[in-house]
């Protein structure tokens, strides 16, 4: 994965943090390659997916609530609430 996309407070998604995180964002690496950014308590998780899941992930807003699961994933996504307060 590119070198830029590690640096500190960012690592790499693993099945111990499953639960809920926040939407921070996607980046497509090439050849098919799409991660997403989700911050879990000001630490940013690097989570690899599929293309289903990137263009899944492509109508989120930055904030929006996600959860994943320990087999890695997105269950549940929710916008986010104080970003989207008053919209209808």
């Known amino acids: 994965m590119s070198g830029g996309l590690f640096r500190p407070g960012r690592r790499l ?3 111990a ?3 809920d995180v926040v939407y921070q964002g996607r980046r497509h690496l090439g050849e098919g390659c799409e991660v997403l950014l989700l911050d879990r308590g000001g630490e940013t998780l690097v989570k ?6 990137a263009a899944r992930a492509s109508g989120w807003r930055i904030g929006d609530a996600v959860r994943i ?3 890695g994933r997105l269950i ?3 916008p986010h609430l104080e970003q989207n307060a008053g919209r209808a």
């Open 48 to 53: 690899k997916v599929s293309l289903a899941q």
């Open 17 to 19: 943090d499953a639960g």
């Open 76 to 78: 549940d996504h929710a």
């Open 13 to 15: 998604c693993r099945p």
């Open 69 to 71: 699961d320990a087999r």
